[in-house]
């Protein structure tokens, strides 16, 4: 019997239109390697992983998967799948060492040879132009904090842009700016690990700023027309309770989480119960003349990464709404469901309910799903093979709540997972594996899994 044959009827019959666009996404940080060949200098990340304790077994991006040197052979791996499209991230050090100046010609050419590998293959190329690696040097001048960064990133963008642009059709600017702004700023779990609040609300509407100005530059300078959107990571706030507390924690949740990003992008404008929040600990997002003009400067998807949902209390563990800072509490509950490798709960009508919010809230923005999977403790059988039957479910799951959400009005346009190859998994170094695709890491064998057979198979069913 076909190992991936039972979970079939969860998509098998679902009505996917023949324009909808199937993809498996990466990272340049994640798969690359090859940090200091070429030319390419360091990014955040970088110097993230040298930080003692900051990633699980000291772990680093120097090899990764080898993506650098290997890349041909993935290109030939991802049409052996079946799909449509590969989204991938350029390595802004890569490209422009430093963060300034002109274009590094080694770094380019390889993004130029992957362009035409995939075009030879038959596979879109989907260009995302930030997936968090920062050039260290611009870190060091103020980082995402800082304006002048978001004038940089326009200018790389264009390098890239004017590279790519004849044989590349979409293209992204940023990859989740709350992971960038959140983690890397306030929290301090991701790179530069810096833990200032002000920083990262200033370091959000410096990458919107960013994502606003760069699309305007690619337009303005396009020779046949482009497709541009922005990915964001999206799940849903709910209150844990029907209490006032909780459901105000819910509303500050979705503001921080959701709203802050799309309500400027798609409306130009800020949250006014989020500003409201920021004025009364005494901040605010440095707006100037015109910025929202340009933040909102229209684009053609968006991006959506989704991975679980999650409930909100305004409660700690003791009963309190406010911490020792005197800030209202807003405390995650995660749901009662199975779980990830990542202790993330599993919560595919979370993700039909965040798609039909999205297109009842943001109406006339196409969806594509950026990224959607799942990390498990895969095990290589004696044969060589790797029957992820919790990951399969997982993809099964979440594609019938994408046609669900479709059924509801919500116009999703395409499906790319996540990820196509177990990779450096960020904070949590090679502990972690979300790839349809096993990497031994030792030899840089790839075998694609259970999941990657059945998405392929899927595909192709839902084609015929």
């Known amino acids: 019997m076909n190992p991936t044959a039972r979970f079939a009827p969860s998509v098998a019959e679902v009505d996917f239109p023949p324009a909808f666009t199937w993809g498996v996404a990466t990272s340049s940080y994640q798969i690359e390697g090859a940090v200091a060949e070429d030319g390419r200098t360091p990014s955040i990340w970088d110097t993230f992983c040298r930080v003692p304790g900051a990633v699980a077994n000291g772990d680093h991006g120097d090899v990764a998967c080898d993506h650098y040197h290997r890349m041909p052979q993935d290109v030939a791996l991802i049409k052996s799948l079946g799909v449509d499209a590969y989204r991938f991230s350029v390595a802004w050090p890569r490209v422009q060492p430093g963060g300034r100046g002109p274009a590094n010609p ?38 995402w904090p800082a304006r002048d960064t978001a004038y940089r990133f326009a200018d790389y963008a264009m390098l890239v842009f004017d590279k790519l642009q004849d044989r590349v059709d979409t293209f992204s600017t940023l990859n989740e700016p709350w992971c960038s702004a959140w983690l890397g700023y306030q929290v301090g779990v991701h790179a530069p690990g810096r833990r200032d609040h002000d920083a990262a609300i200033n370091a959000v509407h410096h990458l919107l700023l960013g994502h606003g100005l760069a699309t305007q530059a690619m337009r303005a300078a396009e020779t046949r027309p482009h497709t541009y959107g922005i990915t964001l ?63 909102s400067t229209p684009f053609e998807w968006l991006g959506v990464n989704f991975y679980f949902g999650q409930n909100f209390a305004g409660t700690d563990e003791q009963g309190r709404t406010h911490d020792d800072n005197g800030e209202p509490v807003v405390r995650s509950v995660l749901p009662d469901t199975p779980r990830t ?108 899994k259970q999941s990657a057979l059945w998405l392929r198979d899927t595909i192709a069913r839902i084609r015929a």
């Open 341 to 448: 490798a990542m202790d993330w709960p599993i919560t595919p009508e979370r993700f039909t309910q965040l798609l039909v919010r999205l297109h009842r809230d943001y109406p006339g923005l196409p969806l594509v799903i950026t990224e959607n999977g799942a990390a498990f403790a895969d095990e290589v059988a004696a044969d060589g093979t790797v029957r992820d039957d919790d990951r399969t479910e997982y993809l099964a799951t979440h594609l019938a709540a994408v046609a669900d959400a479709r059924a509801q009005g919500a116009d999703v346009r395409g499906y790319f997972a996540w990820s196509l190859l177990d990779n450096f998994e960020w904070a949590y170094g090679y502990a972690k594996r979300f790839g349809i695709v096993h990497v031994d890491y030792d030899t840089q064998t790839r075998t694609p």
């Open 106 to 143: 080694a770094g380019l050419a390889f993004y130029d040879r992957l362009v035409d590998e995939l075009l030879a293959a038959d596979v879109d190329p989907w260009v995302t132009l930030y997936h968090w690696d920062l050039p260290q040097e611009l870190e060091d001048a103020g980082g």
């Open 233 to 295: 990571n999206m799940g849903t706030a709910d209150p844990a309770s029907d209490s006032a507390a909780d459901r105000d924690a819910a509303r500050r949740a979705d503001g921080m989480g959701t709203r802050i990003y799309l309500d400027p992008l798609r409306y130009g404008r800020y949250p006014a119960d989020i500003v409201a929040d920021l004025a009364e600990r005494g901040s605010a997002f440095p707006v100037q003349e015109g910025d929202l003009d340009i933040i």
